[in-house]
């Protein structure tokens, strides 16, 4: 499924990337629906299938092409975030969140509707209790979808937080710990990752004496030892325990290097082709389809897509002024060097 | 420290790659020897410090500036390899060597003099009996080193082969699998991967009814389970097992796609740096240096640095009259979209 | 910590068991409370810290020697359980449990309340919201001691329920797999265990092809990879897990096999003494101190202690007039065969 | 499969113990041949299929009802060992020994051969050259089985040795660390568990502080970490991890004690009835058939069978005159206190 981490670099910049992980096309690999980078103007009339909206800040991010629904994005206050999915997520009726003095957003629509409305995850957390998610699905094309989701947010001061739709539509919020991942609910993790509180990035360099009978020699000098116990697959569990560590065990790095940093944690978390499929007659697999890195400070964004080596680039530019739709490399784009 | 992975294409096109991991630097971001694309023409003397050889076959590859010491690298019959640490190697006296009517050669030197004298994999199986690592250490500036290493090599047949000098410094000879990390020896690893027999592509999806009493429903929609077991340190046993079941269930894939679906496989295996650390007070860790991807049938290699995103590449040129030096780009190359 | 495990014959026949995991002796081995079975007739005045009642119902079961707390028993309902620590209890106040209405219980006396007031898991469903846990610590000698706790109790149906005060002391109530540990909450192991969902009692037993470079063949003749990924440390969610899945797959058994069945699976959850350290100098280790095994339908109880291999045995006796404490055995009771 | 412990007390007293798992029953709960303590008196001629010989030292062990073919045995030197399966046991023709210099025997008699020929494990690696498995399957019956096996032996000194025939047949020889279970080769394990050097029986019990953002918290009090990644199944790498670790971080315990530390132990390698099958078709199950415990220093023996909890115990009787065979309980022995 989906992955997302935040970092800060010595300076205090701040960088949010994420996976796309789906068994569906996103550049013509397979069938699904193509994505591009969306930006959406400040000012710009936000086209929602529920309630149309005006844009209070621009954003960008990539996004189903022809449409205002982001899967993840940054606006121009730096605040960056996404949506992933989550089974455990809830949505209730139109006449219930009436009745809860809660208005009704789409799950599909609701990153591109933070990006536009606010400007730090203070914000967010100051707000979200008077929104719920409607259960409406979302039409596209003739299909009509309603997928369970859940959403994190970053922002430049490093604050970051986890929305989860699972009090009856209603949201319940967590402080996000600068990893995201699927199911099941944040709390959990929270709680899993304790498991593994004997993991280090310190490795055993020398003989061990564990008795009289028995001293263990590290194999091949001791690299990796200290991360022993870590889970190896691509289960959302096992992805959120493992780019929690490495995000968190990383050496200092300066601002310069924060979106190869970001890159250098999520390659744990990228999933081949193939790795996960239903079924030997199931044509598609579920694997990373894309991924996005967001540099918050500078207002840029870089994707790199499962066909080809290229990350496309692109900064935001707060003088458009309608919603344009600007496609991702999907070639090898490397440096000939003679 | 190091892995090696060799993947064909469905044409039957060959590619091979390895990381670099070292405590060391290699660009500049660590105390340590520069790299440089090194490219040996045939014809060429090359200076070694036992007994200086001419080039049959022309070879390029990374190796130490200045020097002919290749870490990895291909030749123009398309053969392909690299060496990597391996701490059982042995190494032998010149005079031992002599009386087994072995031809003395250094580790450190031994992939470029194997791509500069052989042209396949076979060829190297017909002759490798004939050699044995001498017990001389490299000099570099003022430093004398020695290094325990072990070496594979791929062709364009997909033939692949691993080299161990394990044998009072002759090689034991072991068909590859297509994977190479580092300690212990090979046929330990071959045994290894048997335990993770029980893993699979293929994942529960739907509810398992393991007693009458215990039903367990998949969590996220059943993505990933198939490889639940999957060890996630980066430890020389635990790359080798990761790099092997994600080779081996890639989906089948064209030649254009190689050098990206190598990169996707290897990045299970791309150490991020800080996490593999000695002490607290010690300022290097083991980590990926660089990454470094051949395609042997059009003599190609690229090269991303730990140090930025930029994939460097370079085409092996027949015509060169010398030995020559071109440097590895260590910035950002990314694709600006607008 | 602590372990139980509800089993039920193939003739319905139910058996309910548990480990004490403690790092205070109980049986001399170590400094600490000394452990009887403690009988409790039905009639008697159960002598509460809080408040004195009469036994609905006889039970028996370990207590500490002297006292009516016990940590595990069966009544003469054939309903039996126990209590464990749990880290995320929550005891009230007397005015805050007065003002909810909530009538107050000690928690160390729980399981003895329980046993001595009711007949069967549906009658305790029915009644347990009418309690909450009371902030008050028990005496004991010259120490007050509060420890956090939650409880387990199954019955001759093979119902069996979860009961955690982790609602301000009020209980939440979870119908009950047949397996409990300790912390976290009982939800948390619930979804722990479907990260487990590939695991199976079914071996690989021939060559699998993974792709045309990898084969595996099982070692050992393939017994034992369908449950590979079990995790075998003791901490409470590895014993969770593992006891629910050895309790699971178990070949149905016929009820006069049933002590010892329910026994085979315990022995993966009794920590050895030793093991589990806080340091170097802590004379004490926190391992399993007892084994106790109730036969619902007899109303026998049997116990193991750390120090000998012998099992004492009890029934309940409906005759008893008074409270009683019967000692356990800690010697090795062998059959000496000739 | 089997596993096979050693543990010394702190007196140097010394116990070996082994599970016996196998997919034929043992004590009639499945088909199967029977099995029974077995003493050999010395003096007494030993029945071979090969060629007979007679006891220089009396020994009992578990053996199949009227042969004289031991599973696990002690002599009355105070030697004892046992045979388990190895898949790479390798055996040699009559004549290829012949010309090998080397005496053949039956690997299904080698037990008893070594146990009533050799008074210690010195004497054991003094003479094991001198021998070699004939390839000559073991008749009972109807039936000819030749079973690949491998084999340990402890002494009253702590010395053990593993022997395998995987040199033709002639032994490979090798220090045991205390622990054997099944494939692969010895030599394969011993490098296996260094991949655990991380482990250890001190708990983290306190926060553990990884980054500015993220802190853990033990789970549970902090208790079993320290061993956090040890494998929980029964494939015979992951039960000789187990049981190296159990082994050797015991705290020390007194010779009175040592039967029950050596089955404290072995809890861990004793494999549930049900847990690895063939197929749903399969009435059969590998399973631990029975534990033997032996007091070498005592020469006595203990053995507990799958059908109940009872320990059937016997010294060996040095004024025995012909081989005898004593029936091993199966029941529930059990202390009745009241």
């Known amino acids: ?29 397979d069938p ?25 800040y621009a954003a960008m991010g990539v996004g189903s092409t022809g449409t205002v629904c982001l899967m993840d994005g940054v606006n121009d206050q730096g605040l960056a975030g996404d949506l992933q999915v989550l089974m455990e997520c809830e949505h209730a009726s139109a006449s219930d969140l009436q009745q809860r003095n809660l208005t009704a957003v789409l799950g599909e629509e609701f990153v591109t509707f933070v990006l536009t409305h606010f400007a730090s995850v203070a914000e967010i957390k100051a707000h979200i209790n008077e929104y719920g998610l409607l259960d409406q699905p979302l039409t596209q094309g003739n299909e009509s979808v309603e997928t369970p989701l859940h959403f994190t947010f970053a922002d430049t001061t490093n604050s970051a937080v ?30 899993n990752i304790r498991n593994y509180i004997s993991l280090d990035k310190f490795d055993p360099k020398t003989t061990k004496k564990v008795s009289e009978r028995v001293s263990l020699d590290p ?11 870590l889970p190896g697959d691509y289960t ?32 744990t978390a ?22 996005s890195g967001y540099d918050l ?21 707060p003088q458009s002024q309608e919603v344009t739709y600007t496609d991702i490399e999907i070639d090898n784009l490397v440096k000939w060097v003679d």
Chains 1, 2, 3, 4 share one sequence.
């Not at 699904?32 to 309630?51: C, D, E, F, K, R």
């Not at 194999?219 to 116990?229: C, H, K, L, R, V």
């Not at 780019?243 to 970001?262: E, K, R, V, W």
């Open 236 to 267: 959302s569990p096992s992805r959120f325990v493992r780019s929690t560590f490495l995000a968190n065990n990383l050496d200092p790095f300066t601002a310069d290097n924060g979106i190869n940093q970001l890159y250098s944690v999520f390659r």
């Open 162 to 191: 986890v929305l989860e739709p699972t009090d009856n539509g209603a949201f319940k919020v967590y402080d996000s710990i600068g990893v995201m991942t699927n199911s099941p609910e944040y709390n959990w993790h929270l709680t």
């Open 297 to 317: 400070n500078k207002k840029e964004m870089y994707v790199q897509t499962c066909r080809g080596l290229t990350f496309s680039a692109k900064k935001l530019n």
């Open 32 to 56: 699904g629906s193509p994505m591009s980078i969306v930006t959406i103007p400040a000012g710009a009339q936000v086209a929602s299938q529920l309630n149309p909206w005006t844009a209070k």
């Open 219 to 229: 194999i091949e000098a001791g690299t990796g030892y200290g991360m022993f116990g």
């Open 1 to 29: 499924m989906c992955t997302s981490i935040t970092l800060a670099s010595k300076e205090g910049n701040v960088f949010f990337g994420r996976t796309m992980d789906f068994a569906a096309g996103m550049f013509g690999e």
């Open 270 to 291: 990228m999933v081949p082709r193939g790795l996960e499929r239903a079924s030997q007659d199931d044509p598609l697999s579920d694997c990373t389809r894309y991924w």
